[in-house]
């Protein structure tokens, strides 16, 4: 993979897909940081020392892998609205994600139920094809996280396999490469 890629800038009907910037480090500590946004993803909100390393893995992946996460942000205000990307963690998981993108998403309390989530995780997934050589990606997901197991679902993901996430039981989904 080439080093030192920006994110592109992607577009939908309502949404710009941006990378991030050292700027909105406040908007998404915030985001982690609610309970309700982070109930069933981590179970405990973020400190802001975890949002800033998270934010810093965010453009790295960017740089070393030429994948990562944008922020979501509405095209009309330009209000940050969540996050959303492909990354390469290295999770103790089972099964084995290695190999494959994680996709993922998450999204500010007040931007939730209103369709954002299933058009910007489309866009991605739309790039993702076009740019990246992999055969698949792969998502992960608390059982009960029943809102982003629909986007999921809606946005091409299938084979659900029940599976371990450290100690955790976890819902694996995965996607084939769609190929224009």
Known sequence: MPNHILAPILGTDRLILRGHRT????????????????????????????????????????????????????????????????????????????????????FKAGAQGKGYATEAVTRMLEWADEWLEFDQTSCIFDPEHSNSIRVAEKTGFSNKIMGTYSTLETLFMRRARQFR
């Open 23 to 106: 700027s909105d480090f406040d908007d998404s500590a915030s985001m982690w940081a609610d309970p309700e946004v982070v109930a069933l993803i981590s179970g405990e909100p973020s400190t802001e020392e975890q949002s800033w390393t998270r934010l810093l893995s965010y453009t790295g992946h960017w740089s070393h892998l030429g994948f990562g996460y944008w922020v979501v942000e509405c095209k009309k205000t330009g209000v940050f609205l969540g996050e959303v990307g492909f990354a390469n963690h290295r999770r103790d998981t089972a099964p084995s994600l290695d190999g494959n993108p994680e996709a993922g998403w998450v």
